[in-house]
């Protein structure tokens, strides 16, 4: 008796369960060929404070050691902590402290370097839940706004970087 107590209960709760699952982890990935020797582009993506050389967004970086704040040319604010450099497999991983205006949530995010042809191929990766992490969220802050948001910042950002390093 007691058995099926717990089955009835069990079949009552499990539906509501299934819709209390918060948003899924999106990825952006984003790769541009530049015109220019690996070590040289290398030496531009890992000057962790010189982001407002090649950014068309960032006005200006402030911060210190391993934190950057980047100040937008929109007004808005984002932190960022350096988590990692590898200068022998030209790997920058690093993470938003806080996201400011981009609407994320726990976002990480690595770019590399890669030799490919006469120069070389630059790719910008990330994983980041959307700002609101609760079901139902507003249309500017939900999955498809956070994958635009970030891909739109790499893409920008990569052509300025290609822009800089080419000196197009």
Request: no cysteine.
């Amino acid at each position: 008796m007691q058995l099926s107590r717990l089955i009835a209960l069990a079949t009552l709760l499990l539906p509501g369960l299934a819709f209390a699952h918060g948003p899924t982890r999106q990825k952006a990935v984003e790769t541009i060929e530049i015109a220019a020797p690996p070590a040289q582009v290398w030496a531009m993506v890992k000057d962790w404070a010189g982001m407002a050389k090649w950014h068309p967004a960032v006005a200006e970086v402030g911060g210190n050691g391993n934190e950057r704040i980047l100040n937008l040319k929109s007004g808005g604010k984002v932190v960022e902590e350096l988590e990692a450099v590898d200068d022998a497999s030209m790997l920058l991983r690093y993470r938003m402290k806080d996201p400011g205006p981009v609407p994320v949530n726990n976002y990480s995010a690595a770019m590399t370097v890669v030799a490919q042809g006469g120069g070389s191929m630059v790719q910008w990766k990330g994983a980041f839940y959307r700002a609101f992490l609760n079901n139902d969220p507003p249309p500017d802050q939900n999955d498809e706004a956070a994958v635009k948001a970030i891909t739109g910042i790499y893409k920008s950002g990569l052509e300025g970087l290609k822009k800089a390093v080419e000196g197009k």
